[in-house]
């Protein structure tokens, strides 16, 4: 039995489940990050039987009109270059008034995500169709990889009994399968990212994803989206203000209001950004939302948007280092562990006091997530390592959501022991709950997994 068949066989058997209503769509800013990523890919149908290859993803648009422009897409072979407009719904485009706008003249493609019962067309305010495409729930599913629920209950679960019946070698060929799987799902995210954008651009989005935490990880990836890496990692001197300009975090007077040693630096920057902000500055209906409530202090996005400044001052060796073959974890992690800035290595926002210690740009841990999220699966593709050598990798400790895994899947943390210290492991435990217990609605009472394990072999 493969992990894939055990897959198959828990959620499509021959019986009869509970009908399960559509989850709700995500917001349409992430929506749109998720397009312009190129999770869905670049070949699609119209609704009327068109064949659609995006050529250019374009670039994201800073004001009013569609969301990108500067799009490149061939229609049946033949070449349109415009702007393209995403919407959660079709009506969207005749309730927020696109089909009246003359800023939206130029839209080659409308983008939705949930087709309308009755028919409705896409016409600009001079007329003219627009060719539509609608991105199936599956599509959305598979590419958000989200379960049908936002959390199971931490406690132990019917499996319990199943796992702890099992061999120690059939629970780590069931784990190593489940690491495999996700690691995979993870290469084929990598490599969308990557036919879309270039390789240096799908590390960089990685990277600002991983430094936004759980909290930000949206908005530092539509960050490194709208400041992307070819157009900043050569202006040496600019991209710090750049990249913090677009969090939209720099104002004309922050200088007034931080303590006297910063003050120079944060005139800086300001008076740096102003000089390049007509290329990056968006509207306020399309800025960026943050989180700061919640987070740790060394958390705080100011000092996750100084950390990615400090990456792309070093990003031929970061490079380097990150898609190397073969690839090794321990030279990655100590070199982000040893980025130093000389305001973010003591600061935890651009007008805070400086902190009584030093503080990590990038914590080994996290260095250890972005490995294991990323680098790690796309050199497993590439045979970077081996999965052998994937499975000797330990992890310091577990974060909250392996240990309730942990406790779901085998009872306690003290049972799960043997199977929470390997970097392997902590992926594949999140596999397993995101795949079967996040997917249950019975509360664990009626789910086919732990009948499912007896036959594991």
Known sequence: MTYPFLLESVWHPPLAFEERAAPPLPSEIELQALWFSGAFGRDFRTTDGRKIHIVQFGEWNRGAGPDFAQ????????????????????????????STNPNFRDVIL???FQAEPRPLFTRTSEHREVPRIVISQIALSDALNRPLREVAIARPGRCVAPLKGMSAGAVDRLLEEAAQHRAQNKTRRFLSATDAHGR????????????????NALAMKLLAQRAPLAAIKNEETA?????????????????????????????????TWWKHRDRFEVTPERAIVWKTHGQRPANHPHRRVGALAAIVA?????????????????PIVDFLHSLTHPLWSTRHTLTSAPATGKIALFGRAQAMELAANHLIPIA????????KNYHKLRHSAANEKVRRCAIRLFGSEAAAKPWTRRLAHHQ??????????????????DCPFPEQLSQWR
């Open 71 to 98: 799009t490149a897409v061939e229609i049946d072979g033949i070449l349109k270059t415009g702007s393209l407009e995403l919407d959660p719904h079709h009506s969207c485009w005749e309730s927020h008034g696109h």
């Open 110 to 112: 409308h983008v939705v």
């Open 200 to 215: 240096d651009a799908a590390l960089f989005h990685a990277t600002a994803e991983t430094l936004g935490y759980r909290g």
């Open 239 to 271: 991209t710090e203000a750049i990249l913090f300009g677009t969090a939209g975090f720099l104002a004309p007077n922050l200088h007034e209001l931080a303590p006297p040693d910063t003050r120079e630096y944060l005139r800086s920057l300001w008076d």
């Open 314 to 330: 070093a990003w031929p060796k970061y490079r380097r280092l990150a898609l190397a073959r073969p690839f090794q974890v321990k």
């Open 380 to 387: 497993l593709h590439e045979n970077g390592i081996t999965f």
């Open 428 to 445: 594949a435990l999140l596999q397993i709950y995101q795949d079967f217990c996040l997917e249950d609605i019975s509360d664990c009472k």
